[in-house]
């Protein structure tokens, strides 16, 4: 399933190109209009300067430049509209793996899901948007399977836990020894969404934007 809007932006901006246009189109015949009048009546002795009609059809031609540019640009992201959509329809019924190391609290907890790499004793640390260390704990996890790490939203401070994203870092062992590995998941992409500013897929109950993905597999 692809869901995508991004044609209407591009229309519109098209539109208001063309609207641009006829007005200037309009404002330049008026123009003309005036200015052949005002010289077929001149005073012969005292003619009209020059500088002042020229200035003005040097300021039509800018526009009419910055016109024809804004077309220019309207044709590249209408192209780039359209290959962003035919790439997201590669990611349909694909495997893919993606960061997981983020995550709005809920209520009462905040839930993480990842696949640690292998089998063993890992520090879990979680920080706040300003980077805060806001809880740590330690846990023996399998590796190469689904696993779940919920934080009671309890900081460690003691401060309001808040609508911030929380970001959650996963170390293999512990102490000072402890290395840091990637918090990812897994799933199957069953839908693309090209409708915002980023494609997005869903995997399982989640959106994922594509730049969070780090490996797609058949």
Excluded: C, H
């Excluded at 190109?17 to 005002?38: E, V, Y």
């Excluded at 290959?83 to 793996?97: D, F, I, M």
């Excluded at 260390?133 to 330690?138: A, H, N, Q, W, Y």
């Amino acid at each position: 399933m692809v869901d995508s809007t991004s044609g209407a932006s591009s229309s519109n901006n098209t539109s208001t190109t063309a609207n641009s246009r006829q007005k200037l189109s309009t404002n330049f015949d008026t123009f003309l209009m005036m200015l052949t009048t005002q010289l077929r009546n001149q005073d012969p002795t005292q003619p009209m300067d020059a500088n002042q009609f020229t200035q003005q059809l040097v300021q039509y031609s800018q526009i009419e430049q910055q016109l024809a540019t804004n077309d220019k640009l309207d044709k590249l992201i209408a192209n780039s509209q359209t290959n962003q959509t035919t790439t997201a329809l590669g990611y349909l019924g694909t495997k893919v793996s993606f960061d997981a190391s983020q995550a709005t609290p809920g209520t009462a907890s905040t839930a993480w899901t990842f696949t640690a790499p292998t089998t063993g004793d890992y520090t879990i640390r979680v920080r706040d948007a300003a980077g805060k260390l806001v809880k740590e704990t330690s846990a023996n996890i399998t590796g190469g399977t689904a696993s779940s790490y919920t934080w009671d939203n309890v900081r460690s401070d003691g401060s309001p836990v808040g609508t911030g994203t929380y970001t959650l870092e996963l170390w293999q062992g512990t102490g000072s020894n402890a290395k840091q590995v990637g918090v990812v998941n897994n799933g199957q992409v069953s839908s693309v969404d090209t409708s915002g500013s980023e494609i997005t897929v869903t995997v399982g109950t989640q959106k994922i934007p594509v730049s969070k993905i780090k490996s797609i597999s058949l």
